[in-house]
């Protein structure tokens, strides 16, 4: 019998079909071996674990890619998310995209001031910490310190649409040994349209052939089979970007009812560092920053991890699975 390739008849390819069509990437082998060894350390110790994924996914032109698609994220909510997390005693997964924004180097990265711009050398041919930026710098290394000492944080990396679905896949896999142990906080910003790799040229495209056209397929619902099989125990959130307000909250409610899982949080792209909506079955919360907190470096995140925690908490203590 042949295998459907479309999904309810919308052209959309069967997200168990995009794997059998598709080859896994080299690294797999390396990332379950070190997600594994990580899950069986915290499971021993009865401990939670939140899998993060953040910064945005490629997608490429050519087999051998030299061109591909893109998108702005750069991890910054996956990246300040995954510090909170730590502190409310969650060990993390953060599976992000290469060179995007990582837990506690992003004080130091991607900003108007480079990391050389910390330093500045002594006369004995030492280097030291600028005064100005030493006690900052002194808390920043301590935390980091100290959660690889007591390994409560695996850094995992993706860069194209195929890799991030295949890791998001086994890693949600492993992960469910921990059953509702577990939370997925999904904050990666997934391309929706890709070009399969049987359509794709081989090799790079040829400016010299003219204008180029594209058609892109549209990337399967993973979020269907992660909420009912390949995570089916754990506290899974996901979230919403819209650039239209009225959208917001009618979107977010219409993806829980059509995926089944427990949060999503909404957020407007030119308000979603100072502003979000936490939305269940049960209702909705808006959580927000004064002007005046966003202003003295107050951090949204600062207030949706502890909702999310609490969600968590309840998730376990109810016993619910559905």
């Known amino acids: 019998m042949s295998t459907p390739i479309l999904d309810n ?4 390819i069967d997200p168990d079909v995009y794997f059998q069509l598709n080859k896994p990437p080299a690294s797999l082998p390396e990332f379950e071996s070190k997600l594994t060894a990580f899950v069986e350390y915290h499971q021993r110790l009865d401990n939670k674990i ?5 910064g945005g996914t490629t997608v490429p032109l050519e087999n051998q890619t030299v061109r591909y698609i893109d998108n702005f994220s750069n991890g910054t909510r996956g990246a300040i998310s995954a510090e909170y997390f730590i502190e409310a005693g969650y060990a993390v997964v953060f599976m992000h995209r290469q060179h995007s924004f990582q837990p506690y180097n ?3 990265t991607h900003s108007h001031t480079t990391f ?6 002594k006369e004995d041919g030492t280097i030291q910490v ?3 930026y030493a006690n900052k710098m002194h808390q920043v290394l301590s935390k980091y ?3 690889l000492r007591e390994n409560r944080m695996l850094l995992l990396e993706f860069v194209t649409l195929p890799e991030y679905l295949f890791k998001l896949q086994a890693g949600t896999k492993i992960l469910a040994r921990l059953q509702d142990k577990a939370m997925y906080y999904l904050a990666a910003a997934v391309s929706d349209f890709f070009i399969p790799s049987q359509k794709m040229s081989e090799h790079k495209i040829q400016s010299s052939e003219g204008a180029l056209t594209l058609t892109l397929d549209q990337v399967p619902k993973f979020l269907k ?3 009912s099989n390949w995570a089916a125990k754990g506290l899974i959130v996901s979230f919403k970007l819209e650039t239209e307000a009225s959208l917001l909250v009618p979107k977010a409610r219409q993806a829980l009812t059509r995926y089944g899982h427990q949060v999503v949080i909404g957020n407007m792209l030119t308000t979603r560092k100072q502003a979000v909506t936490l939305i269940t079955k049960d209702g909705e919360r808006a959580i927000s920053l004064t002007d005046e907190e966003l202003a003295n470096g107050k951090e949204i995140e600062s207030l949706i991890i502890p909702e999310l925690v609490q969600i968590h908490q309840h998730w376990i ?4 699975t559905d």
Do not use: A, C
């Not at 008849?9 to 959309?12: I, N």
């Not at 050389?116 to 050398?121: A, G, N, Q, S």
């Not at 203590?317 to 619910?320: M, V």
């Open 9 to 12: 008849g919308q052209g959309v």
């Open 50 to 54: 939140v899998f993060i994924t953040s």
């Open 106 to 108: 992003r004080h130091y």
């Open 116 to 121: 050389l711009d910390y330093l500045e050398p």
């Open 130 to 132: 600028r005064q100005e």
């Open 145 to 147: 310190q100290t959660v």
């Open 225 to 227: 089979p992660l909420v």
């Open 317 to 320: 203590q109810s016993g619910k």
